[in-house]
Every structure is written in structure tokens, then in C-alpha cells.
């Protein structure tokens, strides 16, 4: 088993950042790959970022120049460190975590506003 704790949500105006943690914990040896999914009000799910075990990294088209996934392997903990927050980025954001099964943690609000 494998949990995933989120934390790094809140309100901000547009044009600002935020960060985004995710801190594993439990059987993560057997992680291949983390990453960032959101759900914004009446949408599906979608992915917004990954990064494997080797440190590469996919990032969703409105994501690419303003988001960035990394990871601290030492703390077992990815970021998601996102830049020039537009209002259309309004969502939960969910960390998950692909390993033996696909591991989800509770979401983060983020919500870009003025």
C-alpha cells in the first residue's frame, strides 16, 4: 500500500504561483512513476503532469512553460510547482502514483481568482 498526502492549495490571483506537494509513503520502492492529475468544476479528470522513477517528465499541453513536476527522492515527496495561474486552472488537484495499482491521495484546492 502506498498513501499520498497532498498539500500546497489556496486561492490566488491570476498571474500568480503556487507549489504543490505530494509526500508518499508506505511500500513507494514499488513506485514507477508519480504524478498530478485536477478535476475543475463540471469537467473530467485530466492529467496535468508525471515524472517516472528516472526523472523523465510529460506535461499536459496547458501545462507545457508553466507547470514544472520534480522530485525529492530523499524526502519521497514530488512537487508541482505551477507559474502564471490562470483562472482556468481552478481545480482539485489530485497526486497520484503508478505502481502495483494506481494509488490516488484526497486532492488540493487550487483556485485562481482576483
Known amino acids: 500500500q502506498v498513501q499520498l498526502v497532498e498539500s500546497g492549495g489556496g486561492l490566488v490571483q491570476p498571474g500568480g504561483s503556487l507549489r504543490l506537494s505530494c509526500a508518499a509513503s508506505?511500500?513507494?520502492?514499488?513506485?514507477?512513476?508519480m504524478g498530478w492529475y485536477r478535476q475543475g468544476p463540471g469537467k473530467q479528470r485530466e492529467l496535468v503532469a508525471t515524472?517516472?522513477?528516472?526523472?523523465?517528465?510529460n506535461y499536459a499541453d496547458s501545462a507545457k512553460g508553466r507547470f514544472t513536476i520534480s522530485r525529492d527522492p530523499a524526502k519521497n515527496t514530488v512537487y508541482l510547482q505551477m507559474n502564471s495561474l490562470k483562472p482556468e486552472d481552478t481545480a482539485v488537484y489530485y497526486c497520484?502514483?503508478?505502481?502495483?495499482?494506481?494509488?490516488w491521495g484526497q486532492g488540493t484546492q487550487v483556485t485562481v481568482s482576483s
Open positions: 497520484t502514483a503508478l505502481g502495483v495499482r494506481v494509488y
Open positions: 508506505g511500500s513507494i520502492g514499488s513506485l514507477n512513476a
Open positions: 515524472i517516472t522513477r528516472g526523472g523523465s517528465t
